[in-house]
């Protein structure tokens, strides 16, 4: 039974990726979506040999731990009902749940931190598959991989209008971008995360073209919520793009480009009176600390792979003179020498084949191309990128952390290309595989 059910459930969802109205995608076939659904799988599968053999204690292996974890949750149905409600929904006081609190590993966070501490979702939504998954881990590994799957459907729904005759290129970025592929395959935070985001960004999309109904309001706050439980700054961002953007499609004032930057600025102008009135919760102080979390976490773990990314200081000058580091990092790392193991090498070819994608597009692409979206995907790239390599000094966390901003910054370059010169290297590229 233990390989009989995960086999039943991979069955069920390749079915439905070929059957189900939701996949009948303009620009790519079936055959294109199951074999990136089971290209996905294969990859869940790699992640969990490579955690298997790579964490020496399985209680450190992210793709475990909140499985494990939310087998004491689980339990707590049967034996407590009423606590387990309480654990699922987060509500009441913690302290008359201690006992089975204390027996999980990861619900209280390990280093101090001025974030929600997003592992409890992702227990909790562990704990409730456990409902009709039998305990197997890969049935958990297969649902978050299809949550994944169904989130990059709803992105590449939102935005493949804006790619007459590079659409292939567009399902390409989404669904075989190695990193994205990898780490949102696993029983990780990624999975849901991509969902969410997916839905999200699909409603956005409904507001940027006047198509939106107060139903999508409504659901739009509910993304935001169940994102700022998972990883608040992948949503929290996405509103000064939104808002960018908004503005930038309004025909009044000066030139897009001229809109972007005062938005910015606005922006931390605000973070910056934020700071000044309450300190200990500014932006800048949380960047601080959340770095300082990180390098906690690298020395209790003896990580090899720790990035220079500076001195961050809880300050708004800091945080300008850190900006172009952590947007570098984030874009190029990991660099050739920084690979110390052979699982970073995966990696340095990724960040050579996106720089040379994007090479491709700008000396091979037009600007009478680009759309006006263009600066809403830019604008969100950047802010993500910088965020995040300004704050992640681990090699492994980096890389698998920038996986949300990687396709809008593909998206930006993709307006450029000639459709015609991309499908030339489709052509090429298929017939010299054929």
């Known amino acids: ?12 969802f390749c ?13 790519l076939s079936r055959r294109f979506l199951v074999t990136a659904f089971v290209v996905k799988v294969f990859a869940g599968v790699i992640l969990t040999i490579v955690y298997t053999f790579h964490y020496e204690i ?24 009423k606590a387990y409600f309480k654990m699922l929904f987060g509500i009441g006081n913690e302290n008359d749940l201690m006992p089975y609190l204390d027996s999980m590993n990861n619900w209280f966070p390990a280093e101090r931190t001025t974030f929600y501490n997003d592992n409890r979702t992702v227990i909790r939504i562990n704990a409730f598959i456990r409902w009709f998954s039998f305990g197997s881990y890969y049935v958990h590994l297969l649902i978050f991989s299809f949550s994944a799957f169904y989130g990059l459907t ?18 390409l970025i989404l669904f075989f971008t190695p990193s994205i592929v990898f780490w949102s395959s696993g029983i990780l935070k990624e999975g849901p995360l991509l969902l969410i985001f997916g839905i999200t960004l699909n409603v956005l999309n409904k507001i940027f073209t006047k198509r939106a109904y107060w139903q999508h309001f409504v659901l739009l706050i509910f993304c935001f919520f169940f994102l700022f439980h998972l990883k608040f700054y992948v949503g929290l961002l996405l509103i000064p793009a939104t808002t960018g953007y908004l503005w930038i499609i309004n025909p009044k004032g000066p030139h897009p480009i001229i809109k972007s930057i005062l938005n910015f600025i606005g922006y931390y102008g605000f973070a910056v009176f934020w700071h000044v009135y309450s300190w200990k919760w500014s932006l800048f102080t949380v960047l601080k600390w959340k770095r300082q979390d990180f390098l906690g976490l690298a020395k209790s773990m003896n990580a090899k792979s720790i990035i220079e990314t500076g001195n961050l200081e809880d300050n708004p000058i800091s945080f300008l003179q850190h900006f172009p580091t952590g947007l570098i ?13 052979i699982v970073l090498l995966p990696n340095v070819i990724e960040n050579f084949l996106i720089l040379l994608f994007i090479s491709i597009c700008i000396f091979l692409g037009k600007r009478k191309n680009f759309q006006s979206i263009g600066y809403f995907f830019l604008m969100y790239a950047i802010a993500l990128l910088t965020i995040i390599g300004m704050v992640t000094p681990i090699m492994g966390s980096l890389v698998r952390y920038k996986i949300p901003a990687i396709p809008f910054l593909l998206m930006f370059f993709l307006l450029f290309m000639e459709k015609e010169k991309g499908q030339k290297i489709i052509f090429w590229f298929n017939k010299r595989s054929a």
């Open 1 to 12: 039974m233990e390989i009989v059910i995960p086999i039943l459930y991979f069955l069920f």
């Open 58 to 81: 399985r209680s450190e292996a992210d793709t475990f731990r909140y499985f494990d974890d939310s087998l004491q949750l689980h339990k707590a149905a049967f034996e407590n009902p």
């Open 15 to 27: 079915w439905g990726v070929y059957r189900w109205n939701f996949f009948n995608l303009q620009g």
């Open 154 to 171: 709803f992105l590449y729904k939102a935005f493949h209008r804006y790619f007459p005759g590079k659409k292939i290129w567009l399902g």
């Open 329 to 341: 990092n984030a874009i190029t790392r990991p660099l050739p020498w920084d690979i110390y193991s």
